[in-house]
């Protein structure tokens, strides 16, 4: 007879036990033989050798990188007791390099868009990426496995992101190059392409301009396919007097990335072209004043070599002398004024 057949209805009408003893018998006998099951489990558990694991210790992916740089991606491991079979580097789930010591030559990769592996500087705990581009980032994991008889594996991932930094300053652009006091402006300050945020900000001859009553400053994106973006800012305002200094303004845009702390700047000279004009007409005047005065002198030195009647050679090349020398220092004048001239509105 076994245990098993110690139940409720062997003992039925049999006047050996009472029914209350007969449902405790069985409850015990149940509870006995799930500890049972416990302590085997335990000790099954117990016996597996701790040797037989083994775990990554240190997974180091620079992030982010810059368009163009090299990077070393390192995957540090302990085997413990173990063999090393493979280490493989994935990206985006797929293989792109593993080392397996059996293997002739050991080390070896698969060429996929964005990866450019360095062989020669890669080992069996890391892989030296170079010329790194936008197809670089994505989702990396090392994976290190271990001879027989174990055969365990181990894995960590984590994320590579690629920033491109503006090739180029800002640009600058007005809806004309010349205005004059009461006229409206409408500047743009344009970012080159990026993926980073960029802050951009104009000046006025050196004071910075920011939204306001007299001052309409505008952001703006503009997104592109290749995931990229130009940063804009607009401002428009109205011209005064306080604006111009002798007859231009100084405008600049500051485009600033701050998590590599660069600045660039784009400078624009917007002119006044009714102070220009009235300088223009303040020269031409001068000019001509001076070109009267210098032919009146011109033809009295003349008239009077004439009436003296000094015809001889060394008296005659004199008075030559003296008119050129007039007419020398009038083209120095008037040439010395027009360089003047140019250098205020270049």
Known sequence: MNL???SYEYFHNRKLFPTSSLLFLS????????????????????SIPISDCLKITLLDIPSPLVVGESAELTCNYDLEDNVLYSFKWYKDGIEFYRYVPRDYPPTQYLKMSGINVDIRKSSKKSVFLHNVNLSTRGKYRCEI???APSFVTAAKEGSLEINVLPTSGPKITTDQNEYTVGDEIQANCTSDRSNLDIILNFT???EPITNSIDYEVKYSTQLHSD????????LRFLLNDKHFHQGKLKLKCIASVPLYNIQNEANKIVKDYQYRHELLQYFASSSSSSASSSASESQAARSKVLNTGRIHHIGHYGHLTEMNMVKCIYVLFTTLIHWQFQNLFQ
């Open 227 to 234: 995931s990229l973006k130009t940063s804009g800012l607009s």
């Open 145 to 147: 496995s271990a001879e």
């Open 4 to 6: 098993h057949s110690w």
């Open 27 to 46: 409850s015990m006998f149940t509870l006995i033989h799930q500890y049972i099951l416990l302590i085997i489990t335990i000790i099954v558990i117990s």
């Open 204 to 206: 006025i001859n050196g």
